[in-house]
């Protein structure tokens, strides 16, 4: 009943940016807590950055990437910049509903 669309993923060089769009569909009234998680190869799904109270983000990604939110849209962004091979992973958009939902996922490689 609620669906998570996302968009945006694709490959890039070390260095350059992407953004990722979500967007929340479905019988929804106020979503608490939007956010990003992303799963490498080998290892496993971690928390990116999240917003709800306040704004969390991982070490590996502060002063990199940024995310925000379109309430009224139901839509969580993530701005990454200065993308490094390791941010390679499929990311996953997450909002909580009442319960737990997740996209997904779309497919971030960056390259040497």
């Known amino acids: 009943q609620v669906q998570l669309v996302e968009s945006g993923g694709g490959l890039v060089q070390a260095g350059g940016s992407l953004r990722l769009s979500c967007a929340a569909t479905?019988?929804?009234?106020?979503?608490?807590?939007m956010g990003w998680y992303r799963q490498a190869p080998g290892k496993a799904r971690e928390l990116v950055a999240t917003?709800?109270?306040?704004?969390v983000y991982a070490d590996s990604v502060k002063g990199r990437f940024t995310i925000s939110r379109d309430n009224a849209k139901n839509s969580v962004f993530l701005q990454m910049n200065s993308l490094k091979p390791e941010d390679t992973a499929v990311y996953y958009c997450?909002?909580?509903?009442?319960?737990?939902?997740w996209g997904q996922g779309t497919q971030v490689t960056v390259s040497s």
């Open positions: 997450y909002a909580y509903v009442g319960a737990a939902y």
């Open positions: 917003s709800g109270a306040g704004t």
């Open positions: 479905g019988r929804i009234f106020n979503i608490r807590v």
